[in-house]
């Protein structure tokens, strides 16, 4: 219920309204919200907006992925850029959260 009115905002005059709906886009935005997200890799919201691809975790974005990690000068951002691209490869892990492990019986 709260990405149409993130979506909204994201196009807002103000730069402070702009910021709280990426923020709200990359914490809590759909599938609706690639395309903000992916247009934010072009201007101050980067980080924020490839926080919210990675938790998304669409094919589509790769080649912003790779674009931002080839016009970039902040490393934060480089590496954040890099571990998204990356985690769509990732394997799945199982439903606890945490890859199971062998026990070894005494």
Known sequence: MATPAALKA???VHP???????RMLAKHGDHRALG???????SRHVHTALT???RLADDSVAP????????????R???LAGRT???DRAQPRR????PTRKRSRC
Do not use: H, I
Not at 16 to 22: E, N, S, T, W
Not at 36 to 42: S, Y
């Open 77 to 79: 951002v480089r590496k």
């Open 16 to 22: 402070v309204v702009r910021a709280r709906a990426y």
């Open 95 to 98: 439903s606890g959260g945490s």
């Open 10 to 12: 994201a196009d807002d």
């Open 52 to 54: 919210g691809l990675a």
């Open 85 to 87: 691209s990356l985690s």
């Open 36 to 42: 903000r997200l992916t247009a934010a890799c072009d």
């Open 64 to 75: 912003t992925l790779v674009q931002v990690l080839l016009t970039t000068e902040e490393r």
